[in-house]
């Protein structure tokens, strides 16, 4: 189901997303939550993906970010025996609704809440990450795995975003953020932040809210590449598990670097493995 998958991906992003690109009406984007933005895109990408996934898939249950805005019931299935589809049929909602990117569309299948397989579509670029559990990852069917340097802590580039940290948080990171090369501001949209992290355009991405759909596809694909995701007190990501905070690094050894040089003095963030 792998390039099954893709294709419809991208039919979708077709017929409900990029037409409305740079053409929202007034009306056609609003705030689910505040600073939370919704658009018809969203929904009917939604819709379309929820009901073709359940017909490749028969006997799944569809579990996608909008569902769930309107029943948070909808997440207690991600623990369901059975395949579960995991969709973002939006990711980077916000920098859609202002005219700009990036922003892409992804989908995880989960068996008994362990992500199995996951797709990030790049609207923008037309690349497609895909990573199947113990299978290894995928750029546009190129098999692709991340560099193994360790270089210090000085040398290294990545998202330190502090939109959603707590306050203690963004100022423990916000703090030490200048033992780095390059503090990045973030690219608001996690189905692109995940493919720069093993492609080398920066070395890892710092997060706080780790709600399934944002990050179920990516934390596989990074994985599954050879990187490391993990929360913030060492612990494996899970898409059931909703505590916040997850560094997601190109390797083990930039994982360790960035979490003793920027967060391990934070109290209450000690003790990652």
């Known amino acids: 189901m792998i390039d099954e998958v893709g294709a419809l991906m ?23 939550a505040p600073g939370d933005v919704v658009t018809v895109a969203d929904r009917r990408s939604e819709q379309l993906l929820a009901a073709e996934l359940a017909s490749l898939l028969p006997g799944s249950t569809v579990v996608g970010e909008e569902g769930v ?20 049929p939006l990711d980077g909602t916000a920098n859609f609704a202002a005219g700009q990117g990036p922003f892409a569309v992804m989908v995880a299948l989960l068996v008994n809440g362990i992500t199995r397989t996951g797709w990030i579509l790049d609207l923008i670029t037309d690349q497609l990450a895909v990573a199947d559990a113990g299978a290894g990852a995928y750029l546009d069917g190129r098999r692709i795995t991340a560099d193994q340097d360790a270089p210090p802590l000085s040398a290294l580039r990545g998202n330190v975003r ?11 990171v916000d703090r030490w953020a200048g033992l780095l090369g390059e503090a990045l501001p973030g690219t608001g949209c996690a189905g692109r932040e995940y493919p720069d992290v093993i492609t080398g355009v920066q070395d890892f991405a710092l997060f706080w809210r780790t709600l399934p759909w944002d990050h179920a596809a990516g934390v596989l694909f990074t994985n599954e590449a050879g990187g490391v995701a993990r929360g913030l007190d060492g612990r494996p990501y899970l898409p059931t598990d909703p505590r916040p905070g997850l560094l997601v690094a190109r390797n083990e050894a930039v994982w360790r670097e960035v979490y003793d040089g920027l967060l391990a003095r934070q109290p209450g963030l000690s003790g990652a493995a």
């Open 10 to 32: 991208r039919a979708v992003a077709q017929t409900a997303i990029l037409p409305l690109y740079q053409r929202l009406a007034a009306g056609d984007a609003e705030e689910k």
């Open 162 to 172: 502090s939109r959603y940290l707590p306050p203690e948080v963004r100022a423990a």
């Open 69 to 88: 805005a309107a029943d948070a019931a909808l997440l207690e299935r991600l623990a369901d025996p059975g395949p579960v589809w995991l969709v973002d």
